[in-house]
């Protein structure tokens, strides 16, 4: 029993030591984020195949040529030993921009570490370039001048000493009323370039990519910049800008005089309504010197007598033709009778009868007279 007993136990420490030594997973997905001279060797790691324990990580670097000679880990230039993060700084390793190197980590506990994941790397080929440090725009007369600042190292050491004088640059440009789909693009090696043939007073936008032909590599474009053209602005500008003020200021008067007849009727209509008052109300309004009056008359003579003496012409014109028509009724009933004595009577009787109606008619005109003298002219005046 005792020798069972000891068996058993023998066999669990066992299997814990066995456990404790097993293999650790290696670090996965390894890669290198690089630009111009920035190197950051990243990766990922599965935590839950490290429970309970503490999981470092170690980083390595060597020459491609001195690996193929290399018999031991010292031989390897470790840059991150036994760190937390899932990166490592290559930044300020003793790396050749035109070198080849070998990149490699691994993970490690208390107990054990995990085998090695290796990579290649070549800055000059695999590192990103980047876009020009600055740039700065000058407008000199219509033309525009842009200044470039070459991308810099870690060191701020120009790219282009690195890169042997092969960077270059595209300029793309266009009027910023458009769209920067229809720019228009000038590769240049210089760091000082002027754009000529442009519109005078328009603004212009620029953006400038940097380019590395040997490896086909580029970078993205830098933060565009705008800029106005000067010189004198062409004649058809200024008469369109001319025409447009002119239509602007005859809408505004417009306006103006619009708001004005609005607010006059307004105010009539308040001050002033369309209702008129009566007659006989606008009479009491009016002054003496507004009533209508009656002239008067120096005399009743000199206005009434003109009165009379139409009406006296025309009585006495009524009566010459009563009479007329009288003499004629006579001529013919006279006439039936004989030619001697027709002629005696009617002559006779022709004559008393005119002075007959001749005195009648003065008679009745003296009395028109007086009459209209003492009534009626007097009531009419009045």
């Known amino acids: 029993m005792n020798a069972l007993f000891g068996f058993g136990v023998c066999f669990v420490l066992l299997v814990n030591v066995s456990a404790g030594f097993g293999d650790l997973r290696r670090p996965e997905n390894v890669r290198i984020d690089s630009l111009n001279t920035r190197y ?19 980083a390595q670097y060597i020459a491609e040529f001195r690996s193929r000679r290399a018999k031991h880990d010292e031989d390897w230039t470790s840059v991150c030993v036994n760190v937390l993060e899932h990166r490592c700084d290559f930044t300020g ?24 994941v290796q990579i290649r790397f070549c800055p000059d080929k695999h590192a990103g370039l980047g876009p020009p440090s600055s740039v700065k725009l000058n407008t000199v007369g219509g033309d525009l001048e842009i200044i470039i600042r070459d991308p810099l190292s870690s060191n701020n050491e120009s790219m282009k000493t690195l890169l042997d004088d092969k960077l270059s640059y595209l300029i793309q440009y266009w009027r910023r009323s458009e769209d920067p789909q229809a720019a228009t693009f000038l590769p240049t090696k210089n760091n000082v370039v002027t754009v000529t043939k442009l519109d005078r007073q328009t603004w212009y936008c620029v953006r400038v990519q940097s380019c590395y032909n040997f490896y086909n590599k580029s970078s993205v474009f830098s933060d565009t910049h705008c800029a106005r053209t000067g010189g004198q602005m062409p004649y058809w500008r200024i008469f369109l800008y001319f025409l447009i003020s002119l239509l602007l200021c005859f809408l505004l008067v417009l306006l103006l005089f619009f708001c004005f007849y609005k607010m006059s009727v307004l105010l009539k209509n308040t001050f002033w309504p369309a209702i008129q008052l009566p007659d006989h109300i606008q009479e009491l309004w009016l002054s003496d010197s507004e009533k209508p009056q009656l002239l008067a008359p120096e005399s009743r003579e000199s206005v009434c007598e003109p009165l009379v003496m139409v009406r006296a012409v025309l009585d006495a014109e009524e009566v010459d033709e009563q009479s007329s028509n009288a003499e004629d009724q006579d001529s013919s ?36 007279r007086g009459e209209l003298h003492d009534g009626t002219l007097q009531q009419l005046c009045a």
Do not use: C, I
Not at 40 to 58: K, Y
């Open 40 to 58: 950051v060797l990243r990766w990922d790691w599965p935590h839950e195949t490290a429970a309970n324990q503490t999981v470092t990580f170690t």
């Open 93 to 116: 390793a003793e790396m050749m921009y035109w070198g080849l190197y070998l990149l490699r980590v691994r993970a490690n506990t208390s107990r054990q570490s995990s085998g090695w």
């Open 333 to 368: 009933t006279h006439g039936r009778h004989g030619s001697g004595d027709s002629g005696v009577y009617s002559a006779e009787e022709d004559s008393g009868r005119r002075s007959t109606s001749h005195a009648d008619l003065q008679m009745s005109v003296t009395k028109h």
